[in-house]
């Protein structure tokens, strides 16, 4: 067929076929599903490309994965390489500026082995804007650098950029705070975070990534109650999981509207978001304000996840894609838009230079930028020899297990992946590393209740039937058929994430009563917060974050989606009860040991119908713990229950009311009584010799 290039004629949303519904869909993608579709698409276009790359010849010839791509550039040095075998020349072109203006130089780029081309000169390019003008087919296409480090307003154009330049100052020295025996991860969106009224930011840095850098914020700036990382700091939780930070495409950075947008629709892998920096126009300037953002965040005794999205990309028209077509995504046999992201593309994580590409960009995240964990998106839709890669190459670098990782253990649709390549999904998790971990559907559901059915309820709000997932998620999930974990570092325990309902409006769809329901709040965190896994939760779940029942908001206004600092006060008991129970879950080793041995601390268990106890070994080999054995109960029932406890001194560390008993322990009594809807924890002391 005659072939055509399809980067000239794309459409700025990739039109594809309607998804069936999947329960994995991100259901913000439905915007993206145009109703008619594109023939480009659906025929022959893709695999007039895919054969060709997918001979051996090609893939000795070109693809080596070891040579250096993207921009270089340092005070007496600016060079640029891209990969693309299949354009017949290639030209820069230098801007003045990042998004308007004709290029004030055009350099032709020359060819060197493997498919890449070249252009270097001996000056420093710092600030100065670029493209790529190919010819593929006899076509011309343009195309920004799909490894650029820093670019124009709205991602377009590139940037060069010598990074030291870009370093805050004792940049040098920023380290992470010492990683403590438990990890406990808290979700957080940029702007979410600073951007209401209530949190005290100022008003310039709302919404921005200098919020973080805000020393002692609090409620409208009252001084007594305290906002931002203060609050988080006094919480307990130790790692913030920003969601997308990378340049995403959903945002008009000029600002010309007030957007939000999750931001799960990548443009720049390598570049931070501008919507999120105070000048978007400079493409310095997003990235010394992420660098003093996470060094703000270490300084205060955090680590920082990033929240990356290489399975797809904002739309098919991407840099990847018209600087090489179709080399960096999965197309059925067909000539059909492999589409399991149902975000009209995926990306082919299998392929050679596709993987280098995922790595390097993961490893520069890491080394560039200090991040200290990566939580991969539908990491379902990679592949398991890529995610064992990153997760070795980070070992080797940073120390085993020093920088975490972990994802999404699923995918919308069926996928076209190629070869023999298993995708890294809840399936394969034995096949996955110790150290890379999964968010577990099971015990989020089995807890509250599915994501999908709004009015299905859990353990703690009335389910029926649950105690046996119970009891697994507990272990999280390690001796289980399936999935078959090996070890609790594989298992991130949750109850809210972004994506649904929020707890709060998920037991509103289950539970009338509020008095109930708030019960059922206090069981549902007391329940994932001691089981073995990682705990994990979405901002603003310690004061009842509600969304006003969307379980959807990706691109809902930030006045729905914004943190209310000030609930965090008006729900200040509920507040101080997580406080407590993350503040005594890591005096319980029982619960956060990781390894492979974890499941046989869980000594003994029992259930009745929706009640369900147990006990955990918690000694350690290094020193005399406070309680050498804990007793847990989960009465989900609305009856009391009472429990019969193994012989010996036992304290009351934690009920339904009161996540702090363990500062001042009553001893329990032989009998224990266990009110409706609540959790108790008991700890025996070391016997006295
Ligand atoms: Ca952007």
């Keep these: 067929?005659?072939?055509?290039?399809?980067?000239?004629?794309?459409?700025?949303?990739?039109?594809?076929?309607?998804?069936?519904?999947?329960?994995?869909?991100?259901?913000?993608?439905?915007?993206?599903?145009?109703?008619?579709?594109?023939?480009?698409?659906?025929?022959?276009?893709?695999?007039?490309?895919?054969?060709?790359?997918?001979?051996?010849?090609?893939?000795?010839?070109?693809?080596?994965?070891?040579?250096?791509?993207?921009?270089?550039?340092?005070?007496?040095?600016?060079?640029?390489?891209l990969w693309s075998p299949v354009a017949e020349e290639v030209q820069i072109c230098f801007y003045k500026n990042g998004e308007a203006g004709s290029a004030f130089e055009i350099h032709p780029m020359q060819l060197q082995e493997h498919g890449i081309w070249n252009y270097e000169t001996k000056q420093s390019l710092h600030g100065i804007y670029y493209d790529f003008l190919l010819k593929i087919e006899g076509e011309q296409v343009q195309s920004a650098d799909p490894y650029a480090k820093a670019c124009g307003v709205n991602g377009l154009r590139s940037m060069a950029v010598d990074l030291r330049k870009t370093d805050p100052v004792m940049w040098e020295s920023d380290k992470a705070p010492e990683k403590e025996a438990e990890q406990i991860i808290y979700e957080l969106h940029v702007k979410e975070f600073s951007w209401d009224a209530s949190g005290g930011f100022p008003v310039e840095v709302r919404g921005k990534y200098p919020a973080f850098c805000c020393k002692d914020t609090s409620l409208y700036g009252d001084g007594k109650h305290p906002t931002g990382l203060s609050y988080l700091k006094n919480l307990g939780v130790n790692y913030v999981q920003l969601m997308p930070v990378y340049d995403y495409g959903s945002v008009d950075e000029a600002g010309r509207a007030d957007g939000f947008n999750w931001g799960y629709d990548p443009l720049n892998y390598n570049v931070p978001e501008g919507s999120y920096s105070t000048d978007p126009f400079h493409g310095e300037v997003r990235i010394r304000e992420l660098k003093e953002a996470i060094q703000a965040l270490h300084r205060q005794g955090f680590r920082v996840i990033m929240d990356v999205v290489y399975n797809h990309t904002y739309s098919l028209d991407s840099w990847l894609q018209k600087t090489m077509p179709w080399y960096f995504y999965r197309v059925w046999e067909d000539g059909s838009v492999s589409n399991g992201s149902a975000c009209g593309n995926d990306v082919a994580s299998e392929q050679a230079m596709c993987a280098k590409y995922i790595l390097e960009s993961v490893l520069y995240w890491a080394e560039e930028y200090h991040m200290d964990g990566f939580r991969f998106d539908l990491m379902g839709l990679l592949d398991v020899e890529l995610m064992n890669r990153i997760r070795k190459e980070l070992d080797a670098r940073y120390g085993t297990g020093e920088k975490l990782v972990f994802g999404e253990p699923w995918r919308a649709d069926e996928t076209a992946v190629e070869g023999n390549a298993l995708l890294a999904d809840k399936a394969h998790i034995h096949l996955l590393d110790e150290q890379v971990g999964m968010f577990s559907d099971d015990t989020r559901d089995a807890i509250k209740g599915s994501v999908f059915e709004a009015e299905e309820p859990g353990f703690a709000n009335g389910g029926k039937d649950l105690e046996e997932q119970i009891l697994a998620s507990v272990k999280a999930w390690c001796g289980q058929k399936e999935p078959k974990v090996k070890a609790p570092s594989q298992v991130i325990t949750y109850v809210s994430a972004h994506d649904n309902h929020t707890l709060w409006d998920k037991l509103c769809e289950t539970t009338a009563s509020e008095e109930l329901r708030r019960k059922q709040y206090r069981l549902a965190a007391g329940m994932y917060l001691t089981c073995q896994g990682i705990p994990f939760l979405l901002s603003g779940e310690e004061f009842a974050r509600t969304k006003g029942g969307r379980d959807n908001t990706y691109n809902a206004p930030i006045t729905i989606n914004r943190l209310d600092w000030e609930q965090a006060y008006k729900e200040q008991e509920l507040v101080e009860y997580y406080r407590g129970l993350i503040t005594l879950r890591k005096m319980l080793p029982g619960l956060w040991d990781k390894s492979a041995q974890a499941a046989k601390r869980i000594l003994k268990t029992w259930k009745t119908d929706g009640c369900v106890g147990l006990y955990v070994d918690n000694q350690t080999k290094e020193k005399a713990e406070l309680w050498k054995t804990l007793c847990i109960v989960y009465n989900g029932s609305e009856k009391q229950q009472e429990v019969k406890l193994l012989k010996g001194t036992w304290e009351v560390l934690a009920d339904g009311e009161d996540s702090f008993l363990w500062k001042h322990p009553q001893i329990a009594a032989e009998h224990m009584k266990v009110s409706p809807v609540s959790i108790l924890i008991l700890g025996k002391k070391e016997e006295s010799r």
């Design 1 to 81: 067929p005659e072939a055509v290039h399809p980067g000239t004629r794309y459409r700025r949303y990739p039109r594809h076929r309607q998804c069936n519904r999947s329960d994995r869909l991100h259901g913000y993608l439905a915007l993206l599903q145009l109703d008619q579709p594109d023939a480009r698409y659906d025929h022959s276009v893709g695999s007039s490309y895919v054969p060709v790359y997918r001979k051996e010849e090609f893939q000795k010839q070109y693809c080596d994965p070891a040579e250096k791509l993207g921009m270089e550039c340092t005070s007496g040095r600016t060079s640029f390489r």
